[in-house]
């Protein structure tokens, strides 16, 4: 739970760059990459993390543009992409405009369940984290290049000029 603006900001903004650098990479055909026909794509679940930022803020009243539903799922991943940005600096700067510290604290209903607002925001950013899991997964097995979120990818070793550890 976040007990100042400043302490969501600054992991929000981080964790935002990197949700960014993974969305960055998709192409419109990689969207279609699924582990089965039962599961979500690529592009669906690229999609929800990118419509679920204001789904979740608008269970605390915060006010900012950004889509209410994630589904149908675009084709473009440029499009999801862009969204995502806009979706994700909207929540920033509502916090910014809206909220103070002391409205980290106050509690609402989210979804059936308790919660305060600085509680959601960790949430959300935990949401964010664990989707951007399974797309990295995705993006491997679509062939395409995944970045570092955490530490380099296997890709980013040699740029270092380092060997990546071994398999």
Same mark, same amino acid.
């Given at each position: ?8 900001? &600054? ?6 760059? #990197? *949700?960014? &650098? ?5 192409? =419109?055909? !990689? ?9 979500? *794509? ?6 929800? #993390? ?20 994630? @589904?149908? /799922? ?6 999801? !992409?862009?969204? @995502?940005?806009? +979706? !994700? !600096?909207?929540?920033?700067?509502? /916090? &910014?405009?809206?909220?103070? =510290? ?6 609402? =209903? ?34 395409? #290049? ?6 380099? +990818? ?14």
């Amino acid at each position: 739970m976040f007990q100042t603006l400043d302490g969501f900001l &600054k992991l929000w903004n981080y964790e935002v760059h #990197t *949700t960014q &650098k993974v969305l960055d990479q998709l192409t =419109d055909e !990689s969207l279609s990459q699924e582990v089965t026909a039962q599961n979500w *794509t690529l592009g669906r679940i690229a999609w929800h #993390t990118a419509t679920a930022i204001g789904v979740m803020a608008s269970q605390t009243g915060l006010a900012f543009e950004a889509p209410a539903k994630d @589904y149908p /799922v675009p084709q473009s991943a440029k499009f999801i !992409s862009d969204i @995502y940005q806009k +979706a !994700s !600096s909207a929540l920033a700067h509502a /916090v &910014k405009e809206q909220w103070t =510290d002391k409205t980290l604290s106050e509690e609402k =209903d989210f979804f059936g369940q308790r919660m305060s607002n600085g509680q959601l925001l960790f949430f959300i950013i935990q949401h964010q984290i664990h989707h951007r899991g399974q797309m990295t997964i995705l993006m491997r097995q679509a062939g395409l #290049t995944v970045p570092g979120v955490y530490g380099p +990818a296997k890709e980013e070793w040699a740029m270092m000029g380092m060997e990546a550890p071994q398999m």
